[in-house]
């Protein structure tokens, strides 16, 4: 199976989680029903056990559920809504400047922008996870004009400049296939 096809399947496959996503949202709103339905005759004596016949209740309940995950949605996708930068912040990254006077942030610096050169991709923001001392990178982003690469510290310290830029070209073909 070539790329093409395992990118056409994992898109198929999103589709499927969208569906279980929708299928989820029902099934909390029946749960949030039926606890609201079972705890409304002991709140309110005046109502009896019809409650789980209420249609008022049940299209209210699904109505407030669907609002409350719409607007949940709404705010995670305004927060992300600079692209990689913020997907980069959020995760607990600095933007590095293109003046650092760090040697391995200049390493690093000058790997990103020879890549960039290479293949012929925009020169995204690059981040650093100051606290991270493993080694690992990311590239975020909506395209490729938004797309950053976050990098460890760890992953900038402690790894050569050659495997920094195994590294680093790594994110770029996540960047140039939009797999982030």
Do not use: W
Request: glycine residues 6%.
């Amino acid at each position: 199976m070539d790329f093409f096809e395992r990118q056409h399947q994992a898109k198929k496959k999103t589709g499927y989680l969208v569906f279980l996503f929708g299928v989820a949202v029902l099934l909390i709103s029946l749960l949030n029903f039926l606890i609201i339905a079972a705890v409304i005759p002991f709140v309110d004596e005046e109502r009896n056990s019809s409650t789980l016949q209420d249609p008022m209740l049940a299209m209210y309940v699904v109505l407030g559920t669907f609002v409350v995950i719409s607007l949940a949605g709404l705010y995670r996708k305004s927060q992300l809504s600079d692209g990689g930068s913020s997907i980069a912040s959020m995760m607990g990254g600095r933007l590095v400047n293109m003046a650092s006077t760090d040697p391995d942030e200049q390493k690093l610096m000058n790997v990103v922008e020879e890549m960039a050169i290479a293949s012929s991709v925009p020169m995204p923001e690059v981040f650093v996870m100051n606290e991270e001392k493993a080694i690992n990178a990311f590239a975020a982003g909506y395209t490729v004009h938004d797309a950053v690469i976050g990098v460890t510290d760890g992953c900038m310290r402690r790894l050569s400049r050659d495997e920094l830029q195994g590294v680093i070209a790594h994110e770029f073909s996540h960047i140039l296939n939009q797999d982030m």
